[in-house]
């Protein structure tokens, strides 16, 4: 059972703000296997980490640039983005109950104060100089900047820094960027993300969503040596069940839990 890879999604998102180096080092510091983030672009086409279309939810976008609604990270510099609070949120909301449960230090709480949002830059050269993996979600991007070759960019970049292509898989919804990676390098392994296996299988992993995946599903793609990852996975009963049935690893924003989990097997 310890061969379930531990994923933490957007980073160890209920205990620090998601899609940040924070949430990256507290999933680090907890023990997951490997990261997943999502990759966005600005509009002076720098890749960045971001999860949504619009800086609203996870960011003082608002407050800062009040006339610019709805705030899509696509029509915003990198230097505007990089200007953002993108850990106060986190602290004013606590999406997780975690800092009220006391699972939040005062020390981290104060840390969070102002954090950045990422560029794909630093979260790849944090995974490799920390020795660890990360999943690369590249999100389908909202206009203007909806033409840009994110696929393209992101070997591009890869290749630049040098990171250890073990380190790296990348999954998306956008199946065919997949095919451009692994035709660009094949030595970089792709997950194709799905809302069901309702597919006719095309790839060798299969990200789905675990609502819509029955035990048997997940059995019976093992059995023609696909592999299946589901997400997002935070009950330690469902965390069992799909352990149980031969998943091949599970997304979870409580990456503490599912350690947990994993070690009673």
């Known amino acids: 059972m310890a061969s379930v890879l531990n994923i933490a999604h957007r980073g160890a998102r209920s205990l620090a703000p998601e899609n940040t180096l924070a949430a990256a080092r507290k999933a680090l510091e907890i023990g997951a296997d490997l990261w997943e983030t999502d990759v966005l672009v600005t509009a002076d086409k720098e890749l960045v980490l971001l999860h949504d279309d619009s800086l609203a939810r996870t960011t003082n976008a608002a407050a800062r640039f009040p006339s610019r609604s709805p705030w899509m990270v696509t029509t915003f510099t990198l230097a505007q983005v990089r200007s953002l609070d993108a850990g106060t949120w986190f602290l ?29 830059r630093e979260a790849l050269a944090f995974t490799q100089e920390t020795n660890w993996r990360i999943n690369l979600e590249l999100k389908r991007i909202p206009p203007p900047m909806e ?5 393209s960019r992101v070997l591009g970049l890869l290749d630049e820094l040098g990171i250890e292509t073990h380190r790296v898989i990348i999954s998306s919804f956008e199946h065919g960027w997949l095919r451009d990676i692994q035709r660009g390098n094949p030595e970089i392994r792709v997950q194709a993300l799905v809302s069901d296996l309702g597919i006719e299988p095309e790839f060798r992993t299969y990200n789905a969503w675990a609502p819509t995946v029955d035990d048997e599903q997940i059995r019976a793609a093992a059995e023609t040596g696909i592999a299946v990852n589901l997400y997002t996975v935070n009950r330690k009963e469902d965390m069992r069940r799909f352990i149980a049935a031969g998943v091949a690893g599970l997304f979870t924003d409580f990456p503490q839990r599912l350690r947990a989990v994993l070690r009673q097997e």
């Open 92 to 120: 004013e909301t606590d999406p997780f109950g975690q800092i009220t449960d006391g699972r939040v230090t005062p020390a981290e709480q104060a840390a969070f104060r102002g954090e950045k949002i990422p560029t794909l």
């Open 147 to 151: 033409g840009f070759p994110i696929a």
